[in-house]
């Protein structure tokens, strides 16, 4: 025996009905907001889930999170509610002829949500959560002729992302982001993504980033001693090589070449030789704190630490040669010395070199 829902939802103007067109709902008389719905032939309740990724707003690489703008959509079915028969065959008014769809769901107040049986979904490992609201929620609650619940709401969040830097920067990070049941596991409930549904803004660009985005119905829960069903989806992020080329390699590569041209100071030009090395130096070591600024304090060493260390090292052995030169030069002669600073004015681009040739097939291809 079906009873009418105690609250009368008014539809309020919308495309497929005028503002004062009213629809009840048949509830059963036992329904119970707080007791899953059971699935078709008392199978267990399947729950399809869609995404609109609107924007990725946020790549935060020293926090290590990742922020988005998204709009998720969930279906499922409960038999204890539907239309009430008596309304079905009254007449449907539609802007567009060709419009089917708005003759079989009734939109309701998202207020009412919280008056029926909705899924515990949660996003694992989210940082923080924001609503884009103006007046109200943008959220909406259809209810089907087929007793199916469909709820979508504009979310806007920030997940953790674990990031590994070995590579950097010719790095690829993966974000794994799960929409997981905090209290049914998977034998009394599955998830999955519908097909087709994920949308992607394809206006979106990331200033250092090329970016994937695919769905992941294999999930798993980490963790936890039991098995809770959910939702993944995988944001692949491959960095932009070219803004490190101009930013970073370039000029520490000068750095080093600069370094090397001071060798040609003839030795008795003490002052001018000292303040070439010496800023060198120095600028080699403030490139390499601003770097290393970009990422998190991690304790490995990544492609470009490589980099930035091998050439503060040959900067700094110019320094050095320096130093012994001119002590041969006080305490044995000239001719010695000039023929020592002509091997090491040889060897110095000729290592630098042959470091790059072993260095960029590295990390192009590996």
């Not at 953790?160 to 905090?182: G, L, N, R, W």
């Not at 070449?257 to 080699?284: D, K």
Request: aromatic residues 14%.
């Amino acid at each position: 025996m079906q009873a009418l829902l105690l609250l009368t939802f008014l539809i309020g103007p919308s495309l497929c009905f005028n503002e004062d067109f009213y629809r009840q709902l048949d509830v059963t008389e036992d329904y119970n907001r707080g007791v899953m719905p059971t699935g078709e032939d008392g199978q267990k309740l399947v729950i399809t889930g869609s995404i609109n990724i609107r924007n990725i707003l946020e790549v935060d690489e020293v926090n290590q999170k990742v922020a988005l703008e998204t709009t998720l959509r969930f279906y499922w079915k409960d038999s204890r509610i539907r239309f009430n028969e008596t309304e079905i065959n009254k007449p449907v008014y539609s802007v567009l002829p060709d419009d089917t769809m708005c003759s079989n769901y009734t939109n309701i107040n998202q207020q009412f949500a919280d008056k029926i049986w909705m899924p515990d979904i949660f996003i694992d490992q989210s940082i923080e959560l924001h609503t884009p609201t103006y007046y109200s929620k943008p959220a909406t609650l259809r209810v089907y002729q087929d007793s199916t619940i469909w709820y979508s709401a504009r979310i806007n969040f920030e997940v953790a992302c674990k990031m590994t830097f070995y590579h950097y920067p010719h790095d690829v990070q993966v974000c794994y982001i799960k929409f997981e049941s905090f209290g049914y596991t998977i034998p009394q409930l599955q998830m999955k993504w519908k097909l087709g549904g994920l949308d992607i803004n394809h206006n979106i660009t990331l200033a250092q980033f090329e970016h994937s985005i695919q769905l992941d119905d294999e999930y798993k829960t980490d963790y936890y001693a039991q098995e809770f069903v959910g939702l993944g989806l995988k944001i692949t992020l491959k960095r932009r090589f070219g803004y490190h080329v101009i930013e970073t390699y370039i000029p520490s590569a000068l750095l080093v070449a600069l370094a090397w041209m001071s060798l040609f100071i003839p030795i008795e030009f003490v002052p001018g030789r000292v303040t070439m090395v010496m800023t060198s130096l120095l600028t080699t070591v403030s490139k390499f704190s601003s770097v290393r600024q970009n990422v998190p304090k991690v304790s490995y060493i990544s492609y470009l630490d490589v980099w930035m260390l091998v050439s503060l090292l040959f900067v700094f052995s110019c320094v050095c040669e320096f130093i012994i030169v001119l002590v041969v030069y006080k305490n044995v002669n000239k001719i010695q010395t000039d023929a020592l600073e002509a091997r090491i004015k040889k060897a110095v681009p000729v290592l630098f070199i042959l470091f790059v040739c072993v260095y960029w097939p590295i990390i192009l291809w590996f």
